[in-house]
């Protein structure tokens, strides 16, 4: 089966759940799912950029095990702002769209923001292997030619899919995940996800 990849969700103000966060000075909300999108921290936040990540997963998002995030990517920009880019995992797989970001400068954590998706129930079944999974996948999109050059070739896109958590609505799959190129019939590019679980 391929699975479509979901928009999130809405995000609302949510000024009671101000009080239950360290430093926090505005709090927005999934409408979806309940979880916190946004915050914003107070100028004098006593948030330490050292402790930022147990900030993130015990107050913000009430992540537990076996739930965590990882560390993808740190920068700073000409301002002096430090940011941290984290991604989902759950079981040891990652979480599509899972993506969070604290902000911080001068040592203090200004505001963090992206999407958690909390997984109650999940079970990691995988009834089909990677070929068949990049075979339907292709199957499904339909190209009659695929880029050589740009991505490396059908080898290298089926190689470099790997398996995700999916979130759809408020259920999750576990899917293998490619990213193809197609020049014929049209020049596209897509990302297919296929059901791990599907037979």
Known sequence: ????????????????????????????TNERNGTITFVRCQPDSIVDE????DWLKNEILHVSAPGDFKLIREEKDEKQFTHYRYQQYYMGYPVQNGIYLVHTKNGRVVSANGEYYPISTFQPNINISQDEAFNAAL??????????????????????????????????????????YTISPTEKRVFAYIDANDR
């Open 1 to 28: 089966m391929l699975l479509l990849n979901p928009a999130n969700g809405e995000s609302f103000s949510d000024q009671e759940t101000l009080t239950t966060i360290t430093g926090a000075s505005f709090v927005q």
């Open 139 to 180: 199957q499904k999109i339909g190209g009659l030619d695929y880029d050589e050059q740009f991505s490396g070739g059908l080898t290298a896109m089926k190689t470099g899919g790997s398996l995700v958590i999916l979130p759809i609505e408020n259920t999750f799959h576990l899917a293998w995940k490619f990213d193809v």
């Open 50 to 53: 050292q402790t930022h990540l």
